[in-house]
């Protein structure tokens, strides 16, 4: 489900948290939402489900304005995993707390098989959530996010707390999701595990928006390093080693890096082969 915000403004009685933002992300695309501490990333994601309502502007998910609209309703269109688990577990069980979605929203008993295979909570299904460590409670309140089967997902920074390997049990969710078609929102600082996952990126600013639009577009910008540093965030890992390399093509994981790197040297020694067969001639 497509979702667009036109000249968003969100103010906290003063604070003003967002300022006319407008973004729109076609059905099935998985976003990035990236900027520095309090540039406006949660609010975001709170327009976005209808737990926040724009003081200004419209927010509509598929062809639906959230204004109006009770939070109950916009749940069946957009579920969210907040930035705190602990904010969100509220079941006495890790089953429960991922049958819930289920239940009451109704993503289907398949869904549910594949999130808890996808996450490893077999093991883990009758203990009490706040029972386990950190990186197992985010993991179970975005499982029972992802469990609501909604054609939007949010997940406000999914990857703090967990480790390389559930970092990996995330990214297998992604990519199950997008091909579900689900359109998936992403809060991160981790843009060097999720950018091969992603489609398109926002980036924020003090509550403006700094760039929206395609991933890749963003990287041939000449000024993409200047816009991230306006947002306070690093310049992506592998970008900055496709650039140093001169690969010609920024790359977003290790995988690129190498078959960059595989290509470059096939052209150098073709051209180096044509150079002799000169010489030679
Ligand atoms: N409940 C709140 N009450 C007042 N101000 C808030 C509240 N939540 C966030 N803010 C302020 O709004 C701005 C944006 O916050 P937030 O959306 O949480 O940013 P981010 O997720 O990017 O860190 C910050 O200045 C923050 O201090
Ligand atoms: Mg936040």
């Known amino acids: 489900m497509k979702v667009k915000y036109e000249n968003v403004s969100f103010n906290y009685n003063p604070t003003a948290a967002l300022s006319n933002v407008s973004c729109e992300f076609d059905s ?20 976005m489900n209808g737990i926040l309502k724009p003081t200004e502007g419209r927010v509509t998910l598929g ?17 969210l ?27 289907g008993d398949g869904l549910y098989d594949s999130i808890v295979d996808t996450f490893h909570l077999s093991e883990h299904l009758y203990s009490n959530p706040y029972a386990l460590v950190y990186a197992m409670r985010r993991l179970v309140v975005i499982g029972a996010t992802a469990t609501m089967g909604t054609p939007i997902l949010a997940l406000d920074e999914p990857t703090a707390g967990l480790s390389i390997r559930e970092k990996g049990y995330l990214g297998n969710l992604i990519s199950f999701l997008k091909a ?14 999720l950018l091969p996952y992603s489609d398109e990126m926002l980036l924020l600013s003090h509550g403006e928006v700094q760039f929206s639009g395609g991933r890749d577009e963003f990287f041939t910008r000449k000024d993409a390093r200047d ?16 650039s ?3 690969l010609g093509k920024t790359a977003f994981d290790a995988e690129e890096i190498v078959e960059g790197v595989g ?19």
Request: a positive charge; glycine letters at 12%; proline letters at 2%.
């Open 63 to 79: 062809e639906i304005g959230t204004e109006g609209k009770r939070t109950s309703e916009l749940a069946r269109l957009c579920a």
């Open 81 to 107: 995993s907040f930035q705190n688990p602990d904010d969100q577990l509220f079941a006495q069980t890790v089953k429960k707390e991922l049958r819930f979605g289920i239940d009451n929203i109704g993503g």
């Open 28 to 47: 099935g695309k998985t976003v990035v939402v990236a900027g520095h501490n309090g540039s406006g990333k949660s609010t975001f994601l709170k327009l």
């Open 180 to 193: 579900k078609g689900t359109t998936v929102v992403i809060v991160t600082h981790d843009l060097n595990f």
């Open 227 to 242: 816009v991230m540093r306006r947002s306070g965030i690093g310049y992506p890992m592998y970008a900055r080693i496709s």
């Open 244 to 246: 140093a390399l001169d």
């Open 263 to 281: 290509k470059k040297r096939a052209g150098t020694t073709r051209r180096t082969n044509g150079q002799h067969q000169l010489e030679g001639a």
